[in-house]
């Protein structure tokens, strides 16, 4: 499966791998968010899949794995105008699957809207493994 359809107020809004060329499209969406989202270590277009409405990139997400047990569902960035379409939902199941494939047995996601990832099934584990973080 390597493209699925969404419905847009004009047109089909399509979630597929992105491709090399897709790169700068996909900086430029992460840019749109620099308070949420790494603007450094922003993965290679193979771990992203990308959501395109009449041929322009309008959100991303990638799927980082760490090893076969850990990968982290990241850089999940959707134009504010595309926003309550679920093609965020989209993305995520996207690489959720591409995660079961290749054998993952466990997601991460950093988020500052923990509640979004919540209602797909992430849970916030309290007294289990906590993230910690400092200034280097």
Not at 51 to 69: F, P, W
Not at 95 to 118: H, M, T, Y
Request: hydrophobic residues 40%; glycine residues 6%.
């Amino acid at each position: 499966m390597s493209e699925s359809r969404l419905s847009g107020a004009s047109g089909r809004i399509a979630i597929r791998p992105a491709k090399r060329g897709d790169m700068p499209a996909i900086r430029r969406l992460i840019a749109a968010f620099p308070d949420e989202l790494d603007q450094e270590s922003i993965p290679r277009p193979p771990s992203f899949f990308v959501a395109v409405h009449n041929a322009e990139i309008v959100g991303c997400c990638a799927l980082q794995v760490y090893s076969a047990r850990l990968a982290e569902v990241r850089s999940l960035a959707v134009r504010l105008d595309y926003r309550g379409r679920k093609i965020a939902v989209r993305l995520v199941e996207r690489c959720r699957e591409r995660a079961r494939q290749r054998g993952v047995r466990q997601l991460l996601a950093v988020s500052s809207e923990p509640e979004f990832f919540e209602r797909l099934g992430f849970e916030v584990h309290s007294g289990w493994k906590t993230a910690l973080f400092a200034q280097p």
